[in-house]
Structure formats: C-alpha cells, structure tokens
C-alpha cells in the first residue's frame, strides 16, 4: 500500500493511518458484539484519544483476549488468543520532487510505503518488498 502526502503532512499522516489500521481490525474483530463496539471512541485522531478512553480500550482489549505488541519505530502487531492476525511494519518513505510544479514549497513530497498484513485481507495487504530502493 503506498500513500503520497507532502512533507509538512508525513506524520501525521503516517499517524492517522496506522490509527485506522488498528481500529478496522479491532471493529472487525468485536463486529459479532455491538456492546464492545460501541465503547470504541468515535474519533480516532491520536490527539483527541483520552486517557479514560485509552484506558477503556486496553480493558476492552484484555476481555476480548486480544494482545496488542507495540515497538519503539512504530511497528505492531496484534494477537487474538496468542495469534497473530495483524501488522503493522514501519513505514519506508522515499522522498520525491516533482520538477513540473512551479510553486517550490510543493514540489517535494513523500510516497510513503506500507507494510501491513491482516487475516481479514491477506492478499491486497501485503506491500512488495523495496529491497531495490533500499541500496
């Protein structure tokens, strides 16, 4: 999966779409239980996520026995009775600069490349290696 976003954005960008990653496998996971989902916050925005309602959806989390292993570059996964049915790897960003726009504050952009996996959608989730790009 690849997103294109300018600079300025790259983060939280990156931010709110790991956000909505985590969230999609949670509701898919709680769909059969319409109690459990509606204690989901409404806003996903990391920002306007409180402590009572983080708080509330790591409860949510263990009564479901849902695990979810968060790493320092980002990365997570997540584990329904000690299975892994999602990840997230960091994201690889390459930097781009599009000559053709006059406007130099616009030119430079990021294509931010995706790594993720899901029970729910194997095939369509997983990104290609960049091992070209890395070198």
Known sequence: M???CNIP???PTIADTRLQFLF????QLLASDQSALSL??????DSKFSVDAR???KNLL????IHLREYPDGAFQIFLNKELIAE???PWIQYCK???EIDPKRQLFAKVNLKIYSIFNEASDIEEDNEENNS
């Open 2 to 4: 690849q997103i294109l």
């Open 9 to 11: 954005d790259l983060n």
């Open 24 to 27: 999609s496998i949670i509701r």
């Open 40 to 45: 989901l916050p409404e806003d996903m925005e």
């Open 55 to 57: 708080i509330q959806f």
């Open 62 to 65: 263990f009564k479901y026995n």
């Open 88 to 90: 997230w790897q960091k």
């Open 98 to 100: 599009d000559e053709s």
